[in-house]
Nanobody, 123 residues
Framework: QVQLVESGGGLVQAGGSLRLSCAAA????????MGWFRQAPGKEREFVAA????????SYVDSVKGRFTISRDNAKKMVYLQMSSLKPEDTAVYYC????????????????WGQGTQVTVSS
């Protein structure tokens, strides 16, 4: 089990950058696949990125490839999402997620969520 708290969201102009942070508290944090999801107004929750136990394997939704980078620091129990070249369509509430599972159609959400942090990209 793990508790998650996101931070780092805010308002940024198109083309700018933000780094989201997720602070985790849990004995077995380093055994979890970690990830980020987002939900835009009127839209369903969307997978954004995932990172394996040691940080050596990462996955991204096609729309953010080349712009977003997920990373983790197991010693600090932190997960990060570095976002660059931001677009208005990136506007959403971003959620940290723990214990993601590989499903037939891609990555499926884990059971543990943070409270979310708002990212707004203006044009």
């Amino acid at each position: 089990q793990v508790q998650l708290v996101e931070s780092g969201g805010g308002l940024v102009q198109a083309g700018g950058s933000l780094r989201l942070s997720c602070a985790a508290a849990g004995r077995t944090f380093s055994t979890y696949v970690m990830g980020w999801f987002r939900q835009a107004p009127g839209k369903e929750r969307e997978f954004v990125a995932a990172i394996g136990w040691s940080g050596g394997s990462t996955s991204y939704v096609d729309s953010v490839k080349g712009r977003f980078t997920i990373s983790r620091d197991n010693a600090k129990k932190m997960v990060y999402l570095q976002m660059s070249s931001l677009k208005p369509e990136d506007t959403a509430v971003y959620y940290c997620n723990a214990d993601l599972k590989r499903g037939a159609s891609g990555w499926y959400q884990g059971d543990y969520w943070g409270q979310g942090t708002q990212v707004t990209v203006s044009s």
